[in-house]
């Protein structure tokens, strides 16, 4: 397998990407995954590397700009494609490796490591994820190094302890190559750049591919498109400028044209015998090219390799334009300058004054301005947190979200301790309950909340939850109306969902208890109560202290709707343990929904990205735990009532 003037043979291939629709015919039909004609080619070489282009994990939550279409994440079991491959490497610096958060990609980590499959390009902070992967074949020290230069919604570096992608900022990547080259190391790059869907890289990417092989690069490994583009022989070096899909479900021709790329490496790192093996995507499986197709794309690639040289300046021209128009399109969509400064400011140059003002009308222009605004304000924020002490900007956050006539006060007041939440999320949670931040300080207007015409089915996330609530209580041989005599609310704030209830869903019942930790909402709701005569009865307490709080008592319905999401899941499974304990009839959670996967299909509870971090719990699994029956539930992951996914559950002792 090897020659004398080769120590080692790589086999390197595009975007693989496990989930989706390839994700379901994995699961239908694994025995399509085998690769057999694959594997004729692969058994000739020594290392085989490729970009996964999804994280893997059962845990994390779906990017909540990102386009849900294009957000990715594939199951553990998915990996045993790789391992069909013979998958020695993978590359994880791309776009979509935090599509479903910090949680997935550490997880990812952990998959890959179990399964023996190294990878490069990512990590649980900023070193690991910078950290080049080294390996020795055959005595020859190789060094990888992975960087993603395209981003997507939810792509982000890593910065200190928190995880994410490598750096790809090429003052920081040319002095790493540099000093692995010196001490010896061949160095190969993984680069995950370029346009989407097109056929020819950017000029600023160019240039940066020859400097990594000017400072002891020897080959660049390009991934990103989607379709298959050129290889560039520079100096002593390689620059395969993308290799396209090897597998994926995209619909688009060339998507579904790729190559395995292969080279022997010397003992000096010279390329020796560098080919590509044509690839042809059926149904999300490669298969190789044969006859006359395979002839056509390796005359693709050729041409492709040899033209991007003699093209003239006003060509390259154009592909920037097409570039910068990508970027502010998603400036505008997703409401972020970051990508604004993925290429170097010659880049910016290179456009044009006409072009660059041209593109910037007023809704990009609007998009910009919103974008460099929360840039400035979060600036302010972290300033105004390293110079006061955080007991005293708790004393402020809580005096400012008081203020009615101050715009945005939730806001700001939460950004005074946005740290908080990081030192110790459930204490970060019970603040906010306590002291109603997250848009609730307003609704500390008792008429806003009790008006007669502000209590309505949709207002409890939707009115199927009072509907299935009847089913339910009907199915176990009660009547709604005439047996359920008494009701326990955890979480009541001002008591408004409880005097709806006593009003409009349960008449004959003659005791009904509220508990809160906030001490002024349950002030302001008992007292109006009060003046209306209400049988409601509020009570100041902590959910988690439920058993001190009511004692021996027991109610024929109980429920939560909404504040478990506050609590991790240890501390929300004592609470249902508790609330079922104090169960007569039923019991009723309402929690945050899992769009991707059907909570009760969640090993762990996870952390929301776009509800201020709060939980998203397994209900089922929690009352079972807790020794209860779940006899109705409502998931509805892609239909939302105002704003909010449907999740909850009914429940006996």
Known sequence: MINEKEVYRLAAMGDVMLAREVGKHIKDKPEDFLFSDIKLVLKNYDLIFLNLENPVSTKGIPHHIQDPHVTFCCLPENLQVLKNLGASIVSLGNNHMLDYGETALCETLEHLNTLGIKHVGAGRNYKE???????EYNKKKVAFLSYVFIYSASTRRAKGNRPGVSDYRINKILPIIRDLSISGYQVIVSIHWGIEYSLYPLPYQMKQARLMIDNGASLILGHGPHYPQGIEHYKQGQIVYSLGNFIFDEPYRLANR???????????SQLRDARIFPVHIKNHVPNLMQGREKRRFENLVNTL?????????????KINNIYFSDIVSRVSRMRSLKFLFLPPTSFYFGIGIRNFVKKLNSNNFASI???????????IESTIRSILPFNLRKKIAIWVNRQAWLSARSYWSIGLIRDFQKIDPQAFHKFLWSHHFLGY?????????FGSNKMNGSELTSREFFKDLFSVINKIGFNPVRDIRSVLEVGCSLGHILHFVEKNVFPNSNQLIGVDIDGRAIEKGAHFLS?????????????????????QGAFDFVYAAGVLSYLDEPAASNVVFAMLKHTNKVLALVGLCSKSLDNRELNHSVMSNDHNNQWIHNFDTMIENAGGNVIGRRWEGNREAKSQALYFVFATR
């Open 441 to 449: 300080a307003e609704w500390y207007d008792s008429e806003k909340l």
């Open 305 to 317: 390799g040899d033209i991007y040289p003699r093209k003239k300046k006003v060509f390259w021209k």
């Open 531 to 551: 003046t209306v005569g209400s049988r409601v009865r509020l009570i100041n307490g902590d959910m988690e202290e439920l058993d001190r709080i009511i004692d």
């Open 129 to 135: 994820a910078n950290h080049p992967l080294i390996e």
């Open 369 to 379: 301005y919103e974008s460099f605004r929360n840039i400035i304000i979060s600036y």
């Open 258 to 268: 790729s190559f395995i790329y292969g080279v022997g490496v010397s003992e000096t």
